[in-house]
């Protein structure tokens, strides 16, 4: 079946400008997930949907970013004013369930911020 | 906090020869275990897992014992191969209030020649 799909697969912005990045999860996972993978930092954890409960913010680096998941399927994770610091591969990933349950990797977003 | 420790690369080997990689990790509680693989131009998935003490994983050659007295996850391969030059990540899940939440090391870089 089809797995976690991720759009766009690259983007370019220029600093201060709003992004939007998407993620279209495995049919039937309830958990969603966004990490950010960057040179400096290596793979962070950033926000976690279970089902209907309130998201677990905890991860995300300031107030600028945000997610959010619509009808318990897609996630978007917004960006707003850019920096050239947020330049990073953003992962969704999903699983069935919340918990030590495998997670599905999208193929990621490169997101560049010139 | 948690936080996960891996033998710092690149790792370049011969076809054939004996791979370890070593992961150690820091938690409070019991984590699950796991071992996630990068191939070259593609996503992460997972390569195998351990969820308690003493539990070993397994998949395409590869194990992994969870070591809780040295904690430790250190992946083996007894001879690798080409296609198996990708980079790799240990990460683990806390439990408690980190549930579902991966903690990733910095990725080892391994690179296999025949």
């Known amino acids: 079946g089809a797995g976690v799909s991720q759009s766009p697969s690259n983007k370019v912005t220029e600093k201060g400008k709003d992004v939007e990045l998407r993620c279209d999860p495995i049919s039937g996972h309830t958990a969603l997930y966004w990490y950010r993978q960057s040179l400096g930092q290596g793979l962070e954890f950033l926000i976690y949907f279970q089902g209907n409960s309130a998201p677990d913010k905890s991860g995300l680096p300031s107030d600028r970013f945000s997610a959010e998941r619509t009808g318990g399927s897609v996630s978007t994770l917004t960006i707003q004013r850019t920096q050239q610091e947020d330049s990073a591969v953003y992962l969704c990933?999903?699983?069935?369930?919340?918990?030590?349950?495998?997670?599905?990797f999208g193929p990621g977003t490169r997101l560049t911020v010139l | 906090g948690n936080s996960v420790t891996q033998m710092e690369g690149p790792v370049t080997l011969s076809e054939e020869a004996f791979l370890t990689i070593n992961c150690t990790y820091t938690a409070t509680g019991y984590p699950s275990l796991f071992w996630y693989v990068q191939y070259p131009g593609e996503g992460l998935q997972l390569l195998l897992k351990?969820?308690?003490?003493?539990d070993k994983g397994s998949n395409k050659g590869f194990e992994a014992t969870y070591r809780k007295e040295t904690t430790s996850f250190h992946l083996e391969k007894g001879s690798v191969q080409v296609s198996d030059s990708a980079v790799y990540f240990c990460?683990?899940?806390?439990?408690?209030?980190?549930?579902?939440?991966?903690?990733f090391g910095q990725g080892t870089i391994l690179t296999v020649h025949p």
């Open positions: 351990a969820t308690k003490a003493d």
């Open positions: 990933a999903t699983a069935p369930e919340g918990g030590p349950d495998t997670q599905y």
């Open positions: 990460a683990l899940d806390a439990g408690g209030t980190s549930y579902g939440k991966l903690t």
